[in-house]
T-cell receptor, first 110, second 117 residues
Framework: QKEVEQNSGPLSVPEGAIASLNCTYS??????FFWYRQYSGKSPELIMS????GDKEDGRFTAQLNKASQYVSLLIRDSQPSDSATYLC??????????FGSGTRLQVQP | GAVVSQHPSWVICKSGTSVKIECRSL??????MFWYRQFPKQSLMLMAT?????????EQGVEKDKFLINHASLTLSTLTVTSAHPEDSSFYIC?????????????FGPGTRLTVL
């Protein structure tokens, strides 16, 4: 079992729709959770971090965390073609290196 | 804030030569830096973790004598790929974490694309 699992996609949504990206993790001791966006040929860019159960909103992005289910998600509202990228879920125990999932490729169709 | 730079952004070298990649935190002190490698269409793989002033901790399967890491200051870490071979061609990305950044958040440099002929 991989430590962090994501559906590789591609996830295709029409412009203006809500994109829902999911991630599960195996280490119950994980304390920090992150979503990064990576465009092709570029390095990851931090979108959001979340540390406690529930929802956290930042602009068009909402991260959701459920530690009991070991589940993290990212919602992107009003998806734009510029959101087309690979989205990486990352988790870690305190002060350790991040463990990344393999990423979900999102395609937003104009 | 929390800007990380890498140099060079790309490098092409002949097989058998050594290549040094620099990673700098520009506006914060990075107590810990991480080096990742990413092959095409694959996820990031952690190579090593370096703490300022101490030896790097390498992940299983990463040759410490081939990938030399130095973290001599709170703003600079270097990765030297020694005797590079074509199979070392990859996208090398550093990230930094430390005082002045959100706890546990890692900020990534723009990456260095290495091509070994």
């Amino acid at each position: 079992q991989k430590e962090v699992e994501q559906n590789s996609g591609p996830l295709s949504v029409p412009e203006g729709a809500i994109a829902s990206l999911n991630c599960t993790y195996s280490d119950r001791g994980s304390q920090s959770f992150f979503w990064y966006r990576q465009y092709s040929g570029k390095s990851p860019e931090l979108i959001m971090s979340i540390y406690s159960n529930g929802d956290k909103e930042d602009g068009r992005f909402t991260a959701q965390l459920n530690k009991a289910s070991q589940y993290v998600s990212l919602l992107i509202r009003d998806s734009q073609p510029s959101d087309s990228a690979t989205y990486l879920c990352a988790v870690n125990r305190r002060r350790r290196a991040l463990t990344f999932g393999s990423g979900t490729r999102l395609q937003v169709q104009p | 804030g929390a800007v990380v730079s890498q140099h060079p952004s790309w490098v092409i070298c002949k097989s058998g030569t050594s290549v040094k990649i620099e990673c700098r935190s520009l506006d914060f002190q990075a107590t810990t830096m991480f080096w990742y490698r990413q092959f095409p269409k694959q996820s990031l793989m952690l190579m090593a973790t370096s703490n300022e002033g101490s030896k790097a901790t390498y992940e299983q399967g990463v040759e410490k004598d081939k990938f030399l890491i130095n973290h001599a200051s709170l703003t600079l870490s270097t990765l030297t790929v020694t005797s590079a071979h074509p199979e070392d061609s990859s996208f090398y990305i550093c990230s930094a974490r430390g005082a002045g950044t959100t706890t546990d958040t890692q900020y990534f440099g723009p990456g260095t694309r290495l091509t070994v002929l």
